[in-house]
């Protein structure tokens, strides 16, 4: 927790008493109202080969205490990462996990630090640290995470005499039951020719940055980047296993081959995908940080030649009108994070010239070398700490596009109205910091680390159980104002459930200073027996699946608090 989120913290946690309706956006109470479930909390051990629960004392059990935003599908199965504090006793434990919400069934492993890589592996390595959040298809238990370890095999290099060691890194999955490496970093490897990037031959993937996608019960779909010569290079990818463990990477779209849609520029950038049956979503432009063409794509996800890429289908584009607006308004600026459920696709949205100043402190807390990093790069400091400044544009929105009418609709929006919010944007520092080594344990994407932003959305068309449903997304989102410092003021951030259009009623799921045994009647102050109020929450594009629901949430401080991942079932208003 960096400084500015732990003054927030603090803040919340000494007004417990005060209402925070004066700063939130007006929302109905939720109808029918949510009963949560626990997934997984600060009670519970993490379950590894070493601990016996029935002797917690003995080291060395750990019991969870961090979490990532979880993912879930239709039939309630559960995937997150999670990690322990160390101590004495041993180091933390850092792992992936499942549990079977329909069942109420035990936490089961996927992976963690004990966890030998899977084939091919001739070092017997293990997993460092799953370093983004792991995604579930929506209709199958096939999970994906990324996994960072030590080299994982050993070989001599054609016409060399000398062996040399490969593979710290790579994408894993379970389309058989089993844990099986789905691509690697070891493209460069003759006998491993199948995960070598398509369109180069001999070259292997660096990195994989973000959270790979999973579809169909048998594909993964992800970003990579990997280097030609001395150029950096990156695209989006598809890979089915159905057949085997030898079908080679497809491309989708790249900076080296692939023109942007009705342009003549290529794709300087694209973002971590989404996907849902023989279908995929992503972002691409021609310029991340100022974008001049590109937008949100849809690509088919069929067996295709080598080198042979899908057509791409344009869905919203920069300079593509904004609903509910002028007609002058246009999109300037779209979010990389997209939600896709088959039918309909969430996304963030800016427009117009007018920005904002926020003020972003660099963290305390986490990776030595990444805050380290933050301090260097910072460009002043005061009182709280190092910081950086960032624009942030004043119209911004989540929006929903829907793949058979092709219109675009608004869910939620910045504004001074009261049913409108003050920002979508989520920032923080993360990225590989330079002093740290690869497959070390780190949070990083293999990109330089860096400030960056993020929005929160999920979308369902199936909370009725019918495809044809009416859409339902969940979204995160602030209300607040800067003081002369550009820095939020005791800030209410909250998820948020809208079904249909920006019309329709807000329902809360969760907001800052809420109670926290609504989610969690453990959520108490051991020392004062007080009620822990909600302080963190997060929610990610495949934490929103049918009907099924997760987020994850803080309650209290870091010191001195309580944390989980909690499920629920949305039901229609009617039902």
């Known amino acids: ?89 041993g180091e933390p434990v850092h792992g992936v996990y499942t549990r079977d919400m329909d069942t109420g069934g035990a936490i089961v492993k996927i992976l963690d630090r004990d966890t030998l890589v899977p084939e091919p592996n001739n070092l017997n390595s293990k997993f460092v640290e799953p370093p983004s959040f792991p995604r579930i298809d929506m209709v199958s238990s096939m999970i994906a995470t990324r996994g960072n370890h030590q080299p994982v095999f050993e070989y001599i290099p054609p016409n060399e005499t000398d062996t040399t060691k490969a593979g710290t890194t790579g994408i894993y999955t379970n389309p058989f039951g089993s844990l099986i490496t789905g691509v690697s970093k070891l493209g460069i490897v003759p006998e491993f020719s199948f995960f070598q990037v398509p369109e180069f031959p001999s070259v292997a993937f660096d990195v994989f940055p973000g959270a790979p996608a999973v579809a169909q019960g048998s594909t993964i779909v992800f970003k990579g980047n990997y280097t030609v010569g001395l150029a950096s290079k990156t695209g989006v990818y598809y890979r089915n296993l159905e057949n085997g463990n030898t079908q080679p990477v497809v491309l989708i779209a790249n900076n080296t081959h692939t023109l942007i849609p009705s342009s003549n520029k290529l794709f300087g950038s694209t973002a971590p995908p989404s996907a849902v049956g023989k279908q995929a979503v992503f972002a691409g432009f021609d310029n991340e940080e100022n974008p001049t063409a590109g937008g949100i794509y849809l690509a088919p996800l069929e067996t295709y030649q080598l080198n042979k890429q899908p057509k791409l289908r344009t869905l919203v584009r920069i300079d593509s009108q904004v609903p509910d607006e002028p007609k002058n308004a246009k999109f300037n600026k779209l979010g990389e994070g997209v939600s896709f459920d088959g039918h309909y696709v969430a996304f963030w949205g800016a427009w117009g010239e007018e920005n904002k100043k926020v003020r972003l402190y660099c963290p305390e807390e986490g990776n030595k070398d990444l805050k380290a990093y933050c301090n260097s790069t910072a460009l ?48 923080n520092f993360s990225g590989k910091a330079p002093s740290v080594g690869e497959g070390g344990e780190s949070d990083d994407d293999g990109e330089l680390a860096r400030w960056r932003s993020a929005s929160f959305m999920a979308v369902s068309s199936k909370v009725d159980d019918h495809e044809d449903g009416v859409y339902h997304t969940a979204f995160k989102a602030r209300t607040g104002i800067t003081d002369g410092s550009n820095v939020y003021v005791n800030p209410v951030d909250g998820i948020y459930l809208r079904e249909g ?15 926290g045994t609504l989610f969690d009647s453990e959520a108490i102050d051991p020392d004062t027996n007080m009620v822990l109020p909600v302080t963190e929450m997060g929610i ?20 001195a608090g309580w944390a989980g991942i909690y499920f629920t079932r949305v039901a229609t208003p009617s039902k």
């Open 501 to 515: 259009t920006e019309k329709s009623p807000l329902l809360t799921l969760v907001k800052t200073g809420m109670d």
């Open 380 to 427: 002043d400091q005061d009182s709280v700490g190092w910081y950086q400044e960032k624009q942030v544009p004043v119209n911004q929105g989540i929006f929903v596009y829907d793949l058979r009418t092709n219109k675009i609709v608004r869910v939620a929006r910045t504004g001074t109205k009261p049913s409108d919010f003050s920002d979508f944007m989520y920032w």
């Open 540 to 559: 990610e594009r495949d934490g929103f699946r049918g009907n099924s629901l997760a987020i994850n949430v803080s309650m209290g401080t870091e010191e």
């Open 1 to 89: 927790m960096d400084k500015q989120t732990l003054n927030c913290t603090m803040a919340i946690v000494a007004a417990l008493a005060v209402s925070a309706t004066a700063t939130s956006v007006v929302a109905s109470p939720p109808s029918p109202s949510f009963s949560w479930q626990t997934v997984v909390n600060n009670g519970d051990y993490i379950p590894t080969a070493s601990c016996n629960p029935t002797t917690p004392t003995s080291p060395p059990c750990r019991k969870f205490n961090s979490y990532n935003q979880p993912s879930v599908n239709e039939k309630n199965l559960v995937v997150f990462r999670a990690r322990s504090k160390g101590g004495s006793g």
